[in-house]
């Protein structure tokens, strides 16, 4: 009895370790987790894609692994090409293109936000559908990337 006592004891004993290291978050876990609550606070708080990439230009990888570092900067160059369509919309009408775009990147991960810019600009609909679907493969790839590491978003955070 004592024997089997002992055994129990001596797995459960390996079991909480086992539990206790699964728990634990590595630094690089951290850095990349870090850099997903400052990003989901940029497009909500800017009014232009040029004000999203300068935030996004200014968010500290350090810590993170290269291959996530590699991926959050592809990132940012997607949300570039939104740059330059936003130029060309300027160029055609600045306060109803700032509107516009305003709602649309403070709503981005919404299909009907997409809708409702494409419905406004529909010279650019093609564009605006390219633009999305760069942004929206490199933050899914930022986040594949992430989660070699263990790091998720947070639910809260969008």
């Known amino acids: 009895m ?3 006592l002992s055994i129990l004891a001596l797995v459960s004993a390996l079991a909480l370790s086992a539990c ?3 728990t634990q978050e590595s630094p690089e876990q951290l850095s990349i987790q870090a850099v997903y609550s400052i990003d989901s606070k940029i ?3 800017s009014k232009s894609a040029s004000e999203v990439v300068s935030k996004m230009q200014s968010v500290r990888l350090a810590g993170c692994p290269v291959d996530f570092t590699n991926a959050y900067k592809d990132y940012i160059r997607a949300w570039d090409k939104l740059v330059s369509l ?3 919309m300027y160029g055609q009408n600045m306060k109803k293109a700032s509107s ?3 709602s649309y990147i403070s709503d981005f991960n ?3 936000a997409v809708v409702a810019l494409k419905k406004e600009w529909p010279a650019f609909a093609s564009e605006i559908d390219s ?3 760069a942004i929206t493969k490199a933050y899914a790839n930022c986040i594949s990337v992430g989660a070699r590491y263990n790091a998720v978003v947070k639910k809260d955070l969008f």
């Open 2 to 4: 004592k024997k089997i």
């Open 20 to 22: 206790n290291s699964a």
């Open 43 to 45: 497009t909500a708080s």
């Open 86 to 88: 936003e130029k060309k």
């Open 100 to 102: 516009d775009l305003s």
């Open 110 to 112: 919404s299909a009907s």
């Open 131 to 133: 633009t999305t679907e």
